[in-house]
């Protein structure tokens, strides 16, 4: 069997005025930890490096700018390269990327792969971006991802890595993606067998409060669901807590393939769940009730791409 230890180290609050030292300084021990565990992974939450932004209306741009990073690894972000490196273990990470293009500059709310060698193998770039753009006060909190982010233009992309003793096929989306089955079809349709999902999720839903005390469970429903209906595994990291007066879900999980949890933390602080994950479980799904060459069918499902 192919077996691999993955951790998701969940954070609890970073606070507005938290340096990225800080945070990197924090991140740094879950990974210590996860490596002391046998970890062959470590799997960090969306938008890792600061607060949670988007929850503020600010209009001064340089302000904005400040919770981007321009470079990765940036001098206060190399030390979790370094360490990886030094560790030999993989990680998944989260930030908000500014980046500078051919036809001009651009942000995007981002997330990476490095390997054990503290090379960046892959980039995925938020594509279903939540919330409004324009200043609502109204809301108890702010969810500006469509006014500070552009949606990612690299798709949903799947690398074969190294990982461990394994070979394996992973893939990456970003909290707001995993609400939506097309997600996860699209890594299923390239073979992932597991893919890091990192969240920030408020507890309170300003359009819809009724649903608040559902969080918990919508976030597991969708999550299960997408890691049963494609044969893969899951990896949720909450950023989580009351951070800045907003609390955030926590329950970060680590799914397996038949859409079980395995683990789930039980803090809504910096805490590290570990599991060991059988590759090869995946193909009870991919093979069988999931076969997509022998059962799915694309041709009836036309709709869903032409509107
Ligand atoms: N970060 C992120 O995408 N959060 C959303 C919040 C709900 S929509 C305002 C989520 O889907 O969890």
């Known amino acids: 069997t192919r077996k691999t230890l993955v951790g998701a180290a969940q954070l609890g609050p970073i606070a507005r005025n938290e340096s990225r030292t800080q945070v990197v300084a924090r991140m740094l021990e879950l990974m ?3 490596r002391a565990r046998g970890c062959d992974t470590i799997a960090f939450p969306e938008l890792a490096l600061t607060t949670f932004f988007p929850r503020w ?3 001064d741009q340089a302000e904005i700018d400040s919770w981007f990073e321009r470079e990765m690894p940036s001098p206060a972000t190399l030390p979790l390269f370094e360490e990886a490196k030094k560790l030999g273990i993989g990680f998944y990470l989260g930030y908000a990327e500014l980046a ?3 036809d001009g500059t651009h942000r995007y709310n981002t997330a990476i792969l490095v390997d054990k060698t503290g090379v960046i193998i892959g980039k995925y770039r938020k594509v279903h971006l939540p919330g409004h753009r324009e200043h609502e006060p109204w809301r108890a909190f702010q969810h500006l991802e469509k006014r500070y982010f552009e949606r990612g233009n690299l798709g949903f992309g799947a690398w074969r890595a190294h990982v461990g003793e394994c070979e394996v096929i992973l893939g990456m ?8 089955p097309e997600t996860y079809r699209v890594l299923g349709l390239q073979g992932v067998e597991m893919a890091f999902i990192g969240y920030n999720t408020p507890i309170h839903y300003p359009p819809v409060p ?7 469970f919508h976030n597991h429903l969708v999550l299960q669901a997408g890691a049963y209906q494609n044969g893969m595994w899951i990896v949720g990291i909450a950023k989580a807590g009351k951070e800045e007066g907003c ?8 799914i397996a393939p038949t859409g079980e949890i395995v683990a789930m933390c039980s803090t809504v602080e910096d805490e590290l769940i570990t599991a ?8 009870e799904l991919k093979d069988n009730v999931f076969n997509f060459g022998l059962h799915r069918e694309p041709e009836t499902y036309r709709l869903i791409v032409d509107t």
Do not use: K, P
């Not at 009724?210 to 918990?216: A, F, I, K, R, S």
């Open 57 to 59: 209306y600010v209009e």
């Open 173 to 180: 989306a970003l909290c707001n993606d995993r609400r939506w």
């Open 32 to 34: 210590r930890e996860a």
């Open 100 to 102: 500078e293009e051919a």
């Open 210 to 216: 009724e649903h608040d005390h559902l969080q918990g």
């Open 276 to 283: 060991s994950c059988d590759l090869d479980r995946c193909r």
């Open 247 to 254: 609390d955030l879900l926590g329950q970060s999980c680590i």
